[in-house]
């Protein structure tokens, strides 16, 4: 499965993205102040994807991927 990840100060949100409630989901994040993260992570269930988003990825890696555009895999 893969997995988006959905961030607004410290708290994570993640979603899989073949489920059809996601865009609904996603779209009412947004509305509460949510970004979404240039990132999509493949793993088992939405802890895993948690996890290795958190040991992957630095905040400062992900700001220089929104900032030149780039999307990374995890």
Do not use: H, S, Y
């Amino acid at each position: 499965m893969e997995f988006c990840i959905l961030a607004k100060g410290d708290v994570l949100v993640v979603e899989d993205i073949a489920k059809t409630e996601t865009a609904e989901i996603i779209l009412a994040l947004f509305k509460q102040g949510f970004v979404l993260a240039p990132i999509l992570i493949e793993a088992n269930n939405a802890e895993n994807a948690r996890l290795v988003f958190i040991n992957r990825f630095q905040w400062r890696e992900l700001g220089e991927a929104m900032a030149n555009r780039q999307f990374l895999k995890g």
